[in-house]
């Protein structure tokens, strides 16, 4: 049998190490010359009177340089498990720091010692945003290798084989190209396996399943479909390969949850997955509410020149209103005026069934788009291909009713199409952008459309909401999928 020798993720995380060594080392360096103007060796400690220690701001930027790398080692920032693709890897990276400033604190008021708190803070700001512009950077270069073969996690799938077929479509059309299904396994007694890029099949024994996973660099076995009957079987597969570098894992009969939303549980000696619910509460929102208001005053402050102009052209071009305003549906079902540039001719709404009849619904049966619709104004098409339209929004989340990312505010009509699932939408507050306009805008059929809002609610977060505002910069910028 052929040895297949793929480049290891090992290899990756052990890449990524180094660049963390690098990007925290050189921003240190950074942060120190710009702090202070200057640079010299490393001076003695100083006794400040018989209750204060000074320490020289070299000293302090190494101790917390080696506290930073043991930091995000600690907390697993490089686990093979989620580095290149989950996001637990960046929530991770901002607990380390976190943790390395509050280590930091502690020692300075404990044993009373004066650092620069310009400095560390400083330190700490740019060093976090430095760590994750570098990890993000590192996953677009893993994503480039893997379309070319290299950094996948090789997969075996073991259950009933209608399932493991469906099993192995996702896995291959997975959006990262993170897995590479091997071959699938069925049966009981006698185990099938069934090499899935030759479709070449063989019967064996399970003592031997570990040799053969290991034949192939298999670095994980998922099983698919739980029953009273199969859950002998899963328990004897995981002993098979205990103690092997091979991870097990068990597919949930729940599908389309969170990570973060499952922990296991143990009742009456049985272990289980625990899924919390969808709550827009608690601190995690607290924060999301006042960074929306503080985005918000600041973006308003920043575009007040462009919505004025764009006031002054809407009012000169035909006299009509400057703003457009409508009933839509808010979070837990409340109404809300939203308020944007109006981009269309007065009366337009008066023309919408008649338009609707007479061209049909362009992207879906739902909502009502069309590429060239003839209501919009010249002005109008301008500030929708750049989305000038939607500024006026920001004064929607200072009011509360909206958020700054959320799924797309909905009319009535739009909601009473929903169906059980898509009324999880109303769980968050509408955003002004969201997964929707960084997956594909007008381009994405209804059911795309609410997957991605979906996916939002189940995640949503601070550090979710600031990656879906840098992507929405970048695509409003390139224009795409606006009209």
Excluded at 139 to 162: D, H, M, N, S
Excluded at 173 to 184: G, I, M
Excluded at 274 to 288: M, R
Aim: aromatic fraction near 10%; proline fraction near 4%.
């Amino acid at each position: 049998m052929k040895q297949i020798k793929p480049t290891s993720m090992r290899a990756y995380a052990a890449a990524v190490g180094l660049l963390d060594f690098i990007v925290l080392t050189v921003t240190t360096l950074i942060t120190y010359v710009l702090t202070y103007q200057t640079f010299r060796l490393l001076d003695p400690i100083e006794a400040s009177g018989t209750l204060r220690i000074e320490i020289d701001p070299q000293a302090v930027g190494l101790t917390m340089l080696g506290t930073w790398l043991i930091a995000l080692a600690v907390f697993k920032t490089r686990d093979t498990k989620v580095i290149g693709s989950d996001f637990l890897e960046y929530r991770r990276i901002v607990n380390a720091s976190l943790t390395v400033l509050g280590l930091l604190a502690f020692n300075s008021l404990f044993f009373k010692v004066d650092v620069s708190r310009v400095f560390v803070t400083s330190l700490i700001v740019f060093g976090l945003l430095a760590l994750l512009l570098e990890r993000r950077i590192a996953r677009a270069w893993l994503k480039r290798q893997r379309l070319q073969g290299r950094f996948k996690k090789r997969i075996v799938v073991y259950g009933p084989e209608e399932l493991t077929v469906e099993s192995v479509e996702r896995l291959s059309n997975n959006k990262d190209h993170e897995f590479e299904p091997v071959f699938t396994i069925s049966g009981t007694k006698q185990l099938k396996l069934k090499m899935i890029a030759t479709g070449e099949e063989k019967e064996f024994e399970l003592q031997d399943l570990p040799e053969i996973c290991k034949a192939h660099n298999v670095e994980l076995l998922k099983v698919v479909g739980s029953s009273a009957t199969s859950a002998d079987m899963h328990k004897r597969l995981y002993w098979a390969l205990d103690g092997h570098d091979i991870s097990f894992v068990v597919s949930p009969a729940i599908t389309g949850v969170s990570s973060s939303k499952l922990t296991t549980r143990v009742i009456a000696g049985t272990p289980l997955l625990e899924i919390s619910s969808t709550k827009f509460s608690g601190p995690q929102y607290a924060i999301k509410t006042v960074f929306d208001f503080v985005f918000s005053l600041v973006a308003l402050i920043l575009v007040s020149p462009i919505m004025l102009v764009t006031a002054i052209a809407i009012r000169l071009h035909d006299g009509g209103p400057v703003f457009f305003k409508q009933t839509r549906v808010g979070v837990r079902g409340q109404d809300f005026q939203i308020l944007k540039f109006r981009s269309m001719k007065v009366g337009a709404e008066k023309e919408f069934e008649q338009l609707a009849e007479q061209v049909g619904y362009e992207i879906n049966a739902v909502q009502f788009k069309l590429k060239d619709d003839p209501r919009v104004t010249s002005i109008g098409k301008f500030i929708r291909k750049t989305s000038i339209d939607e500024l006026p929004q920001f004064i929607n989340v200072l009011k509360g009713d909206m958020s700054v990312v959320g799924p797309r505010p909905h009319v009535h009509k739009e909601v009473e199409a929903y169906d059980d699932h898509a009324v999880r939408r109303l769980l968050v507050k509408p955003g002004i952008t969201g997964p929707w306009q960084v997956g594909g805008r007008s381009e994405l059929t209804w059911e795309e459309s609410v997957s991605l809002d979906l996916n939002y609610v189940e995640q949503w977060g601070l550090l979710v909401d600031i990656s879906i505002i840098l992507k929405t910069a970048i695509v409003v910028f390139a224009r795409s999928g606006s009209y």
